[in-house]
């Protein structure tokens, strides 16, 4: 077990996390094994400029070490046996911000690159579990931000694609990912914070789920394989507040949600639209103040306007958006989130089948609204349509959110890491790209002007479902923007970019989760609201405020050490 040599070596190398006279190890999320022989040590560029403390300011003393550091350089320390009793291995991080950088995003993004470079560090040497101590110059914040950042490094796409067998155990140590991290805090951070330091945990477990889900190969994940997947959250929800409602199949077209059902009906398995719902008992009003819909069209081929090779083999992750909306509301009800949500998935497959929808079909929207069909390929603008009308008419949120991979022309204008915005609403679109600077899911603003808008009026019906080949996201959101209730806010992600990450080794891409935490991060702080009415802006609610402390909460203290244990998987 632990035995007093490791006690030794510890309270020599950590004086400046906890203090030489005790280190206790307690249960954090689980009962906790022998601490790791691997000891990894994230580094505060404030260390540099004030000369560290204890044994980081006999490291960060002139020599190449500290010049490694200095450069960002990751440092490998192997202490002798007969001093280091349990440690074998000593990995330094420094979280390199250039005192140039004063901005917040370039000192969140050097924290999630230590995290993501530690995990890099172990996983290039095979060692599945470690310990991680942090420099007492970050915030719990900041360390649940690197913790965050190393658990979305750490995901495996080749667990996803395995099937489990009974020697799973031997195949869950094979080097691909790390099992456990152990984080070490000062007792008084733990007692103090750790609810900061598990929430971004829980952000980031998440987006694996998101990812487990996108991920997933076509032929197993259907409409129908999805909403099993959204049953079995809902039966295993530690409460009651999480409910299921489903519409699925010809019920769509009896009920007039026909756009929908026109591009899912030549698929074996039925359209549907999933509405989750979750009412907080302990929301300030029972109005719904916000709603996150997002596209699952879980294969599309682009119908009868056929997807050609070197397009159609990323297609099964064309459902990212309502991969991100169930993971959100899974998480969200974990959370136990003060504030009502609704989620809503819509979901088909866009094949070629004998029921298949044609170029020049005329639908009507379950809003009313006739669409020309100009493109099959054009589907996912045809499910949100329905699935925006129905959370309008049904739940009136103050707030909606659509999350969607629409169109390829956002990703040309804005690479693959960045996702397009659009909104109704100014107060909005600033909320937006402040939660996603947060939690590092970058956002960029773009227009609908009057020309798009004009773009998409229809020749032989109100609307058609595709513009010119210019300005295509854009005048994929303005046919969204017309299935919006004028008096409710309305923002349109377009994730299709940094929702796809291009693999090096095959030609098809993986799917990352983007925008999940985006909108869990939204809830959580749109449920600090005053008034809980939803019209409040974020200064008005004193949110700002909120995150000005949340930045600053200190995780010091020169008591005893904690462990907080992490199941990485």
């Known amino acids: 077990y632990m035995g007093l040599q490791y006690l030794q070596i510890m309270n020599r190398l950590l004086v400046p996390f906890c203090s030489p006279a005790k280190l206790a190890f307690v249960k954090g999320t689980h009962e906790l094994a022998s601490p790791s022989p691997t000891l990894a040590v994230i580094v505060n560029s404030k260390d540099f400029e004030e000369g560290g403390a204890g044994f980081l300011k006999k490291i960060i003393s002139p020599g190449p070490i500290a010049d490694d550091l200095k450069r960002g350089k990751h440092v490998w320390l192997y202490p002798s046996l007969a001093e280091s009793g349990s440690i074998r291995r000593l990995l330094l991080v420094p979280a390199k911000v250039n005192k140039k950088d004063t901005a917040k995003d370039k000192i969140t993004e050097a924290i999630r690159k230590a995290g993501e470079g530690a995990i890099k560090e172990l996983k290039a040497r095979k060692l599945h579990e470690a310990t991680v101590a942090f420099s007492d110059k970050f915030s719990a914040t ?138 907080s008992p302990k929301a300030r009003t029972p109005k719904i103040s916000l709603a996150l819909v997002g596209k699952g069209v879980t294969f599309d081929a682009g119908g009868l306007n056929l997807k050609p090779s070197g397009s159609i083999e990323d297609m099964h992750l064309d459902k990212s958006g309502a991969c991100d909306v169930l993971a959100a509301m899974y998480c969200i009800n974990e959370l136990q989130l003060p504030i009502n949500i609704v989620g809503c998935l819509a979901l088909a497959e866009n094949a070629i089948g004998k029921e298949s929808y044609k170029p020049s079909d005329i639908i009507t929207s379950y809003n009313g609204k006739t669409v020309e069909i100009v493109n099959t390929d054009a589907e996912g603008r045809l499910c949100l349509a329905d699935a925006l009308s129905h959370i309008s008419e049904h739940f009136k949120p103050d707030i909606i959110i659509d999350a969607a991979t629409l ?116 809830a959580k702080l749109r449920s600090y609201n005053a008034r809980g009415n939803g019209e409040e802006t974020f200064a008005a609610a004193g949110v700002s405020k909120k995150i000005e402390e949340e930045q600053n909460n200190k995780c010091s203290g020169k008591d005893k050490a904690q462990l907080i244990h992490i199941d990485m998987h």
Request: glycine letters at 8%.
């Open 142 to 279: 900041e360390i649940g931000k690197c913790i965050n950042s190393a658990l979305s490094a750490n995901f495996d796409m080749k667990r996803v694609k395995e099937e489990k067998s009974d020697d799973s155990k031997d195949s869950e140590s094979n080097g691909k990912s790390v099992n456990a991290l152990n984080i070490m805090l000062s007792e008084e951070c733990y007692t103090n914070q750790q609810e900061t330091i598990n929430y971004w945990v829980q952000l980031a477990k998440a987006t694996i789920h998101s990812r487990n889900l996108v991920n997933q190969s076509p032929s197993l994940a259907t409409p129908q394989w999805i909403h099993e997947q959204a049953e079995l959250i809902t039966k295993e929800s530690k409460s009651n507040n999480l409910t299921l409602k489903a519409i699925v199949g010809e019920e769509l077209n009896e009920k007039g949600y026909s756009c929908i059902y026109s591009v899912g009906k030549g698929a074996v398995s039925p359209p549907r639209i999933l509405t989750l719902s979750y009412n």
């Open 407 to 522: 169109t390829g022309a956002c990703m040309v204008a804005l690479g693959r890491t960045t996702a397009g915005l659009f909104s109704n609403n100014e107060e909005l679109a600033a909320e937006l790209i402040k939660v996603s600077e947060e939690v590092g899911e970058p956002l960029w603003r773009l227009p609908i002007l009057p020309e798009h808008i004009n773009e998409i009026k229809g020749r032989v019906a109100d609307l058609k479902n595709c513009g010119s080949r210019y300005g295509g996201a854009c005048t994929a959101a303005a046919f969204l923007q017309e299935f919006i209730v004028n008096s409710t806010k309305w923002a349109h992600l377009d994730i299709a970019g940094p929702a796809m990450e291009e693999s090096s080794k095959s030609k098809v891409s993986l799917g990352t989760g983007f925008g999940t935490q985006t909108m869990i991060h939204y």
